[in-house]
């Protein structure tokens, strides 16, 4: 993400923080700010030319947008809770 969980920066962030906070699940953040070779990497990694990038278990799961849809289907909340109880 471009920043840190306790200082994102930029709204697209931001969002996916506050989620991830309502959901009360643990997570860590990657300042891609800090790292060009680490921002490219990730692209091509996950084929998804934005960020930030949920990953989910080490999946590529979305962006903000597809992150925002599925909290708001309950579809991201079920995902945490699998990979939380396993």
């Given at each position: 993400?471009?920043?840190?969980?306790?200082?994102?920066?930029?709204?697209?962030?931001?969002?996916?923080?506050?989620i991830l906070r309502?959901?009360n699940v643990?997570?860590?953040?990657?300042?891609?700010?800090?790292?060009?070779?680490?921002?490219?990497?990730?692209?091509?990694?996950?084929?998804?030319?934005?960020?930030?990038?949920?990953?989910?278990?080490?999946?590529?799961?979305?962006?903000?947008?597809?992150?925002?849809?599925?909290?708001?289907?309950?579809?991201?909340?079920?995902?945490?809770?699998?990979?939380?109880?396993?």
């Open positions: 993400m471009k920043g840190t969980k306790d200082f994102p920066q930029c709204g697209f962030s931001n969002t996916v923080v506050q309502s959901l643990p997570f860590e953040t990657i300042n891609i700010l800090e790292n060009e070779m680490l921002r490219q990497g990730l692209k091509e990694y996950s084929s998804w030319p934005t960020f930030p990038q949920l990953y989910i278990e080490g999946e590529f799961f979305g962006g903000c947008d597809i992150t925002v849809e599925a909290y708001k289907s309950g579809e991201l909340q079920e995902l945490v809770e699998k990979a939380m109880c396993c």
